[in-house]
């Protein structure tokens, strides 16, 4: 947060004018030019533009949306909250991305969509799922809140699929405190989402106003206080302006810690997708070879959090949650994600960061490892299978 955004909020607070105003219909547009879509809709979290992009696609009770267990748990949380049913497949070893090969066997009668998620930042492989949507007749909503500037060979992430979501929650790549957005070329899309996202009031001339007087209002439909905010806008405002040299301060940093971590045994970067893509680098998401450890990977947190590196879980498996626990037919079919579960680690990544900080957390990292390998040799590196960047 810079002084620009302080700036910019003590303004909006000495307007007078601190709910959805001008600021708010400023960074929707500012947002739509930048990724080059019709439009962009904030919401007052990622979650809950997610929600809206679930309703808007036409999302309800019975349907099957597949998706990933590698994520955060609004992601499948909406469906419920829609009345469907998340359907988990299983994810690419290297990436950690869906594994688009295995989406076709999950399809039933019931599937109304695909909800992909950009893990870490590293765009899915969008070519494939356009592909299955489009044989399928199934909805592309997109769960982007790691990939704001990322792209897949050229184009935004944010210009596939009916709709996409981003979040600017404060550990994202771009925050307005708390909030969302929700972006997509359909004016069908867009016009029920305006509506969900203040109470299901239809905001056109016509119903307000016809006949009734002018603080008259019609609600259509039962919706939801989903609005985002000038004071969310303020911050955001300036963030969208910096974001794409926030996002070029995590390449070099995650460039750092891919030469740096070269060093480390048992300690395994995610993998680069094959195809063209830039990468957001919201997560430095690395894999222990934990076979090769005395420690688990929960005790080699611990280590680093007593030297002054706090890394992050990024994630739990929704599979593994008791909440979805039940709805898994055959947890066999999730094993790789199962598997990355038991190594993955987040190290601490932000734009804030300096040369010295990524030197540091891979020096602490490098000790804990090689004080915790086991002895008489260690078992066989992973790199290959587990794909090293």
């Known amino acids: 947060i810079g002084d620009a955004e302080i700036a910019e909020v003590e303004a909006c607070l000495r307007s007078g004018w601190l709910s959805t105003g001008p600021r708010a219909q400023r960074f929707e547009r500012e947002l739509a030019a930048h990724l080059g879509v019709k439009h962009a809709l904030g919401a007052c979290s990622g979650t809950a533009a997610l929600h809206l992009a679930v309703l808007a696609a036409g999302i ?4 099957e949306v597949i998706t990933t267990p590698m994520t955060w748990v609004s992601t499948a949380n909406v469906l419920l909250h829609a009345g469907a049913r998340p359907v988990f497949v299983d994810v690419e070893p290297g990436t950690l991305n869906i594994d688009c090969s295995r989406i076709e066997a999950a399809i039933s009668p019931r599937t109304k969509a695909l909800l992909p998620v950009h893990f870490a930042g590293q765009p899915c492989d969008e070519d494939a799922l356009a592909a299955i949507a489009n044989e399928h007749g199934l909805a592309l909503v997109e769960d982007a809140a790691h990939a704001l500037g990322a ?6 992430i944010g210009t596939f699929g009916d709709a996409t979501m981003f979040s600017f929650h404060p550990a994202k790549n771009l925050t307005t405190g708390e909030g969302g957005a929700l972006v997509t070329d359909s004016d069908e899309i867009a016009a029920r989402v305006t509506r969900l996202r203040f109470h299901g009031i239809d ?21 939801f206080k989903y ?10 405002l300036h963030q969208l302006a910096r974001l794409d040299e926030m996002n070029a301060r995590r390449a070099r940093i995650a460039e750092q810690y891919l030469e740096q971590l070269a060093r480390v045994p048992h300690v395994v970067p995610l993998a680069r997708a094959p195809y063209e893509h830039v990468h957001a680098w919201h997560l430095m998401v690395v894999k222990l070879e934990v076979e090769a450890l005395t420690a688990t990977r929960f005790e080699v947190i611990a280590e680093l959090k007593e030297k ?5 879980l990024h994630f739990v498996p929704l599979h593994l949650q008791t909440l979805y626990r039940p709805m898994v037919d ?8 199962t598997d990355a579960f038991d190594r993955i680690l987040s190290l601490p990544l932000y734009p804030d960061m300096t040369d010295d900080d990524v030197t540091t957390v891979v020096d602490a990292l490098a000790d804990v490892v090689t004080r915790r390998t086991r002895s008489g040799g260690a078992a066989a590196s992973r790199r290959a299978a587990g794909g090293a960047a």
């Not at 309800?60 to 349907?63: L, N």
């Not at 609005?227 to 955001?236: E, K, R, S, V, Y």
């Not at 055959?330 to 994600?337: I, K, N, R, T």
């Open 60 to 63: 309800g009770a019975g349907d």
């Open 308 to 312: 002054g590196v706090a890394p992050g």
């Open 330 to 337: 055959d947890p066999a079919l999730l094993a790789v994600a």
């Open 227 to 236: 609005n985002f905010t000038d004071l969310q806008a303020a911050i955001g």
């Open 151 to 156: 792209s897949y060979r050229g184009k935004p």
């Open 203 to 223: 905001q056109t001339p016509e119903s307000r106003f016809g006949g009734r007087g002018a603080g008259a209002y019609d609600v259509v439909e039962a919706g």
